[in-house]
């Protein structure tokens, strides 16, 4: 059974940058198309960016061009960089699969205020 853990959130100023890693335990998540997802306070969860097994990224259009996802297989992590960040960033950052989901980590607190 995969395990996901979601590290590398904190409090930034707006512009600032901050890298999110996400390391999967228990099987390789290799072959699978991993995402970021994030929820603010009071809103739904919404897909941030995702990145298939070959390494093809695809973003959400608020975030395009200031967010960059990567993968290295061989450690099972899938990070997340994030350059030029805005108070509407701020959320609870989460990975998983694409499909089919597994169990949700326990996110890692983004806030982005001055």
């Known amino acids: 059974q995969v395990q996901l853990v979601e590290t ?12 999110l890693s996400c390391a999967a335990s228990g099987s390789s998540v290799s072959f ?8 603010a306070p009071g809103k739904q969860r ?7 097994s070959g390494g093809s990224p695809d973003y959400r259009g608020s975030v395009k061009g200031r967010f960059t ?9 899938v990070d997340l960089q994030m350059n030029s960040l805005k108070p509407e960033d701020t959320a609870v950052y989460y990975c ?3 499909f089919p989901q597994i ?12």
């Open 103 to 114: 169990s949700w980590g326990q996110g890692t607190q983004v806030t982005v205020s001055s």
């Open 8 to 19: 590398g959130g904190g409090l930034v100023q707006p512009g600032g940058s901050l890298r």
């Open 46 to 52: 919404e897909w941030v960016a995702s990145i298939t």
């Open 69 to 77: 996802i990567s993968r290295d297989n061989a450690k099972n992590t």
């Open 32 to 39: 699978s198309t991993m995402a970021w997802y994030r929820q």
């Open 96 to 98: 998983n699969k694409v």
